[in-house]
């Protein structure tokens, strides 16, 4: 089949083959199955007619197949779909649906499944305040199309809280609606992780006066719960409790837990840190919910970055949590930039100082845009303190350091015991609003899904969650989820 006539499937299928400019014609075939469920899983969508007709398409049952893979043949006289689970037929679907053109389809043989178990997206209600009921509810249908089949739902004070009313925002989901986003998603095979942050980014719960005595430093702390409070531990249980009240059958619940920069600032844990440090501050508390969650049957799920930035903290975190590793900045396998965290000296994102001056010939386009509007220059070598080297140098990769290997962390997580979800942008985090060309260019965001994705099927991961931080309507991030689709489902 010509090039520019055959469909272009997203995600691309592992193994696809089409017979020359031959199609079939879908509604000549009716559903031979076994079970009625597959049956109508099938006839609904593609409109087939209920009367037996001499062709068939048969849902075979095929134990072979991983859960969500799928084969599908399509022949002049039969179709024949082979999987060993409902997601299975379900990913099927989606392929057929995109191979219809009217009621034609091409002849065609496909072996299909995912490279990844994971395929999420993050539906952030908390920072996109312009996403309603009617928007996600479109989106879950988008993420269906495209085979993702996670949505990590943050909602901060857009859950309707009954026991604390008074953080709860004007424009907050109803529970009806939130029954509804869950319902849907499950009918369509995606799994929904709520996020609640348990530590850092509460503003809205500390803004508010009954709850200022909970604030690390009061007002020159930033909007942070003290871990020496033992009310900060109790309000995260009660909030959490309602948010899994109406969330049925789910297995992960996301802690949040990021960018805890406010460390030792109250007396109290001033003093305590200077026995146990702030990153025993940290995971002291961190592990409290992390057991919390885990009571109540389900896996925490935590940001990374406040672990590497204490990375003794990692040993001891509650075993059986995983670790959700962001990083927004590599675009490249090997990459100039290296996201050295750490909050004591504000360093972040840094490159060798040489790129300023010997090597800066060798590097263009978007990683010299990246190093440059990104990253600050230091002596990699002589300044990365002894304890960062010791940790981390051996998964900087041997081009250290001219070149990082991309995402060092997710190997020393995984080292540690870990399972990890990788976390790429999907949209301009740190765009000026009115910076159309960095708000509307798509380059930065598909090359760190793409380079991301790649590095989480090297390594093992257990997946990928893309992200979302401003407020923009929520279109913008729709080559960010089509490009977290593609990568995680077919890989490089």
Known sequence: MDQYAQPHIIPFPKKMSFK???????SEFSVKCSEKKFKDMYERPLRLLERQKAKKLFLVNNDRIIEEGYKLNISSEKITVEASSEKGFFYCLQTLLQLKNGDKIPVTDIDDYP?????????????????????????ILMLAKFKINTILIEYGDRFPYKKHPLVVSSNTLSKAEIRKLISLARENYIEVIPLLQSFGHLDYVLDVHKYQYLNEG??????????????????????????????????????????TRYLGYCPVCKERAKSIGKGGLYIEHINKVCRWIKKQGLIPILWDDMLCTFPETV????????????????????????????????????????????????????????????????????ELEPEYKSKFLPYLGDKFPKYIKAFPYLKFYKDSGFEVIGAPLLDHLFADTYDWKWLLSVQRPVRNIFAFTKRCIEEGALGIVGTSWRNYPVEVIYHGIITTAQFSWAGG
């Open 20 to 26: 020359d400019n031959e199609t079939v014609n879908i």
């Open 115 to 139: 490279s990844l178990k994971m395929r999420g997206i993050h539906l952030n209600f908390d920072n996109v305040r312009n996403m309603g009921y009617r928007e996600a509810h479109n989106l």
């Open 218 to 259: 009061e007002k020159e702390g930033g909007r942070q719960l003290c871990p020496s409070n033992l009310d900060s531990l109790k309000l995260f249980v009660e909030l959490a409790e309602e948010i899994i009240e109406i969330h049925p059958d789910i297995r992960y619940f996301h802690i949040g837990g990021d960018e």
């Open 315 to 382: 040993q001891k975190l509650e075993k059986g949590s995983i670790i959700m590793y962001w990083d927004y900045w590599a675009t490249e396998d090997s990459t100039p930039l290296l996201l050295a965290r750490s909050y004591e000296t504000n360093r972040g994102v840094v490159y060798d100082r040489r790129w300023q001056n010997e090597w800066a010939k060798e590097i263009t386009g978007l990683e010299k845009e990246n190093t440059l509007k990104f990253g600050r220059f230091m002596n990699l070598e002589k």
